[in-house]
């Protein structure tokens, strides 16, 4: 599972960088197949909502016979009470069956009162067999640092708060 979340977290921060300005995020699919190879779909539609759909039928039935895939959209998370805009990350190892962790990384998008911040990552849902959590955050942080741009702007931004 650790080389699905180093794709998580390379695509992670990807997404940072993509939404730092105040945009909003169309929802991608990064895959890996079985010779190492990375590809990114973009899964545009007319309603975010649609697309993050099509993203989640891609998770499902793995067009691409990837050994690993990362699906990452612009959602909502409720922490004590308050609401986040978050990024939504599920991540699939197919290599090890069903095994799937979901994470959301809670942020405050840039408006004209405040800057942009971005907060630690919430692992919220997990299926398989349990893995090696210290090892799962190291493949996270390696993977974001892989991003240079988008390594850059969560370290600059990052509130460690919540």
Known sequence: MEAAMELAGYFTAH???SVCDGESLI???????????RQLHVMASERLEESAERGLEWLATNPEHATRAVLVYDGFL????FKFDA??????D???GEAEITMAVPYRPSTGEDDFTVHRPKFINFKGVDPDWEK????????????EEGAEV?????????
Not at 78 to 81: A, F, I, V
Request: aromatic letters at 8%.
């Open 15 to 17: 997404a940072i960088y």
């Open 27 to 37: 929802p991608l699919v990064a895959c890996e197949t079985v010779n190492g190879k």
């Open 78 to 81: 409720t922490l004590d009470d």
């Open 87 to 92: 990024l939504i990350v599920i991540i699939r």
């Open 94 to 96: 197919y290599t090890l």
């Open 136 to 147: 799962i955050g190291q493949a996270l942080w390696h993977g974001i640092e892989q991003h």
């Open 154 to 162: 969560w370290n600059e931004h990052l509130d460690e708060s919540v």
